[in-house]
């Protein structure tokens, strides 16, 4: 965007020192080498700063100022979609569409948030999930059997895409068999599109589970659908439409992030022979390794609503503009991590907010530790050494998940 374009689309009140133009989905550095340009994003631009791209909007890429938005939920509301505004598109949509599934609890602000966020937090718990570890262990070697004697495969669809949507499938107490079903459901739900679009899908998700959520309500079983039917609200009983909403959450919440996770985790490792080496001679260092590259690598930018006039990192912000955690730049900020774009093991501050932070900090970030770290020793314990393919680049798309697409790796 030229300089003039850039002053005339800036309301008023935002001064040209916070502007930046910065467009999350299509920049093409971020398409290019995301973490890259996430480094170049912190040098050039300030801890705070509004774009014109997308109908304008306030990007924070500070770490301190991110810590700052994610905690005060007055201020920075996560109702991003509010009831309100999701009747108002509702008209455009089919008359017979139902019940509009949102997000439940990240969609929400105290204190119903915590209202919401209670019956999923035993399922969460780091002992249920490290339940989960042998059978994730054997879901993993299943994918690597199917490429292992090839010599190549691209990791995104072949493995880090399949992984958890298997491993989502059988928490949830949905057949395996229908992993193609949802896979495709994964692919749709992460493509670009307007806001209804979103609406639209998120039904389309709820709906591609609605007889297991039924069948669930008279015939419990062990899984997650069963827990959640059993579950009280605020004293009332579950209903369906809530059913779908929590359904829906963690959908998008569960897949889309882990496959990028590794995504990155296995690039860097490919790239680095010397670490990759490292990491087979030594295992027990592939937990503290995958928790770097969840710092080096953050990939999550999620959205608030800001509900009044506020300062934040030196920038004015108004009711009702919007605001994006960039939690990427957050975590590559050198105000709070030393050399940050240096991969170390023993960095004396490792305390990242890959998973987010206040309130609505990761629910599932125990199950996706024990899917990177099983993901990681699994591809050094059965692969030779692995590398990026030099004939065919990693892909990515922007948005609210800096998402790798495509990883073509090789191994003799
Ligand atoms: C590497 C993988 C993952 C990353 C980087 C990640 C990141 C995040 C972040 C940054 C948030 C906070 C969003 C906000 O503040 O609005 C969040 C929330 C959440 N995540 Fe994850 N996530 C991952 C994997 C998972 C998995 C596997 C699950 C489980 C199914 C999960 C379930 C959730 C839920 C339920 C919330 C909402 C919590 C709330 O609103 O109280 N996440 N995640």
């Known amino acids: 965007m030229s300089s003039t374009a850039l002053a005339d689309a800036r309301p008023d009140h935002i001064p040209e020192a916070v502007t930046y133009d910065f467009d999350m989905y299509l920049d093409a550095g971020l398409l290019h080498d995301p973490h890259a340009r996430v480094q170049e994003l912190v040098r050039e631009a300030p801890p705070v700063f509004w774009t014109p791209r997308n109908g304008g909007h306030w990007v924070v890429t500070g770490f301190k100022e991110n810590y700052e938005a994610s905690r005060d939920t007055e201020v920075y509301s996560s109702e991003i979609q509010p009831r309100a505004m999701i009747e108002m598109i509702r008209p455009m949509l089919p008359p017979d569409i139902g019940h509009l599934p949102l997000p439940t609890p990240i969609n929400l602000d105290p204190p119903s948030h915590a209202i919401y966020r209670a019956p999923l937090q035993a399922a969460f718990s780091p002992r249920a999930m490290l339940a989960r570890k042998d059978e994730i262990r054997e879901l993993a070697n299943a994918l690597i059997d199917r490429v292992i004697d090839q010599g190549h495969c691209d990791f995104i669809p072949d493995i880090a895409e399949p992984l958890p949507v298997q491993v989502f499938l059988k928490m949830m107490g949905l057949p395996l ?150 939690l990427p730049g957050a975590d590559l900020d050198p105000r709070e991590f030393e050399n940050p774009g ?50 065919k680049g990693a892909k990515f798309h922007g948005g609210n998940i800096i998402a790798i697409d495509s990883l073509p790796l090789r191994w003799d």
């Open 177 to 326: 068999d229908r992993m193609a079903e949802f896979r495709e459901l994964v692919h749709e739900f992460m493509a670009p599109g307007e806001p209804w679009d979103a609406l639209l899908r998120m039904r389309k998700v709820a709906s591609a589970m609605g007889s297991e959520i039924e069948a669930r309500r008279t015939e419990p079983r062990d899984d997650l659908l069963s827990l959640l039917w059993r579950s009280e609200i605020d004293g009332k009983p579950m209903t369906t439409e809530l059913m779908e909403d929590f359904a829906v959450l963690l959908f998008i919440a569960g897949l889309d992030t882990v496959i990028n996770g590794m995504g990155y985790g296995i690039r860097h490792i490919a790239a680095n022979p010397e670490f990759q080496a490292e990491l087979r001679a030594d295992p027990k260092r592939i937990v503290e390794a995958a928790e770097e590259l969840l710092r080096r690598y953050t990939f999550t930018v999620p959205t608030r609503r800001i509900t009044r006039d506020v300062e934040l990192g030196g920038a004015q912000l108004k009711a009702e503009e919007r605001l994006m955690l960039f």
């Open 342 to 391: 240096a991969f170390d093991l023993n960095r004396e501050n490792n305390v990242h907010i890959a998973f987010g932070v206040g309130p609505h900090r990761c629910l599932g970030s125990h199950l996706a530790r024990i899917e990177l770290q099983v993901i990681y020793e699994q591809m050094l314990a059965r692969l030779p050494e692995f590398r990026l393919d030099p004939s």
